[in-house]
């Protein structure tokens, strides 16, 4: 019997884990915890499978940044003469196109970027200073692969939904147009783009009818506004650094 007993309490002791060795098997739980996606995987893989069946040519005008990116389908049709590449993808901050500036970015080779992103920052809370920052480490991190690329920044622009947010986004349009001013040169190519100014109403506030019906994003008027804004410039920029 006492036998039978220490047999028992041996298995026991075998099955329990043994914490001092290296045989720990994560569960499912724990590999989920550990491998979970990264923000925005889903559009940035659609954005890889794209470019598997088309790989856009290099020397293209890459626009990226937020959902006022990504919800610009009329783009191409809009600047006829560039050849675009849209890889906005919605709800972005600065800091993602950073972060995946590897796979969106580097390798199309852009000879110019179009960059419009922000909004988002102020709205999860970020400082206008550190708008700025994440805007300075992006342009780091693209010259540092491609020295000879424009970035161009496009202002935040006014909305209804988010106009408590003014005072931010003008201190943040503010800094960035202050950076590039005193960084721009022949051989760091930086460019700003005012539209926050040029979308305000003759009262100075945000205008809802080139607006959606959430108060944030353009509306197909909208959009015209927009493009009427930003194409002389980035026509102008396309057309210098092509001589």
Known sequence: ?????????????????????????????????????????????????????SQPAPGSVLFIGSSSI?????????????????????????SDSVHYSDRIVFPY?????????????????????????????FVERVHAELPDTRLVYISINPSVARWSEEDKVLEANRLIRNYVRHTNSKTLKLNYIDSHSKLLSAEGKPKPEILRTDGLHLNTDGYKEWTAILRPRVMRLWKSDSK
Do not use: C
């Open 109 to 137: 080779k852009p000879k110019m970027i179009v960059m419009y992103a922000g909004g988002n920052d102020i709205n999860a809370g970020k400082s206008p200073d550190q708008v700025l920052k994440d805007y300075q480490a």
């Open 70 to 94: 990504r919800l610009w389908s009329t783009l191409a049709k809009d600047l006829p003469d560039l050849p675009v590449v849209n890889r906005g993808f919605g709800g972005s901050e600065i």
């Open 1 to 53: 019997m006492k036998n039978v007993i220490w047999i028992g309490l041996l298995l026991t002791a075998l099955a329990l884990p043994s914490w001092g060795q290296s045989s720990f098997k994560p569960t499912s739980l724990t590999l989920t915890y550990h491998f979970a996606a990264e923000p925005f995987a889903d559009e940035i893989a659609a954005f890889e499978a794209e470019d598997k069946k």
